[in-house]
T-cell receptor
Framework: SQQGEEDPQALSIQEGENATMNCSYKTSINNLQWYRQNSGRGLVHLILIRSNEREKHSGRLRVTLDTSKKSSSLLITASRAADTASYFCALSTNAGGTSYGKLTFGQGTILTVHP | GAGVSQSPRYKVAKRGQDVALRCDPISGHVSLFWYQQALGQGPEFLTYFQNEAQLDKSGLPSDRFFAERPEGSVSTLKIQRTQQEDSAVYLC??????????FGPGTRLTVT
């Protein structure tokens, strides 16, 4: 499967704690992207990390990529109740000869941050 | 600023009816994607347009699904003879080539 596998499926933490979500995959990628989806709302792009990058930061978010292990992690530091959402990793690959950015999403991690 | 918009936001159709879902991408975005998201799942790719050309329709689940983008801007996803298994949220996304995708709010389709 080209799909990313996310772990854990659900995560419940207190405000102020850090949250770590992991994504593993089996194919070669062009880039890996993380998205957030609040209940009833559309997907919001968080970070894109290219296959030749190892780490990227954006505000309280840190993403790492280990292409040798075919895995990525998303760390949210000092979490807030507003971070409560589903988080998806999405793979951009050359599968089937495509190179236009088609994304294959994982099942997602449901993060709940308690105030 | 103007993001990706989709209409209608909600659609209830009786089994067997045809539906048309509209997507207005961000102006200037060459790429347009349609995804289907079932409840509790991640989005799944349906089809891709580069300008007006439909370059990939490998994710369309059956020949009842048809998409078009005749002028390289607005796109319509049409589902003929809807079935209950078509109930899902249909997401549209646009982007520059090989860049992050910007998603619309989706159309929630319920087939009764």
């Amino acid at each position: 499967s080209q799909q990313g596998e996310e772990d854990p499926q659900a995560l419940s933490i207190q405000e102020g704690e850090n949250a770590t979500m992991n994504c593993s995959y089996k194919t070669s990628i062009n880039n890996l992207q993380w998205y957030r989806q609040n209940s009833g709302r559309g997907l919001v792009h968080l970070i894109l990390i290219r296959s030749n990058e190892r780490e990227k930061h954006s505000g309280r978010l840190r993403v790492t990529l280990d292409t040798s292990k075919k895995s990525s992690s998303l760390l949210i530091t000092a979490s807030r109740a507003a971070d409560t959402a589903s988080y998806f990793c999405a793979l951009s690959t050359n599968a089937g000869g495509t190179s236009y950015g088609k994304l294959t999403f994982g099942q997602g991690t449901i993060l709940t941050v308690h105030p | 600023g103007a993001g990706v918009s989709q209409s209608p936001r909600y659609k209830v159709a009786k089994r067997g009816q045809d539906v048309a879902l509209r997507c207005d991408p961000i102006s200037g975005h060459v790429s347009l994607f349609w995804y289907q998201q079932a409840l509790g799942q991640g989005p799944e790719f349906l089809t891709y347009f580069q300008n007006e050309a439909q370059l990939d329709k490998s994710g369309l689940p059956s020949d009842r699904f048809f998409a078009e983008r005749p002028e390289g801007s607005v796109s319509t996803l049409k589902i003929q003879r809807t079935q209950q298994e078509d109930s899902a949220v249909y997401l549209c996304a646009s982007s520059l080539l090989m860049s992050e995708q910007y998603f619309g709010p989706g159309t929630r389709l319920t087939v009764t």
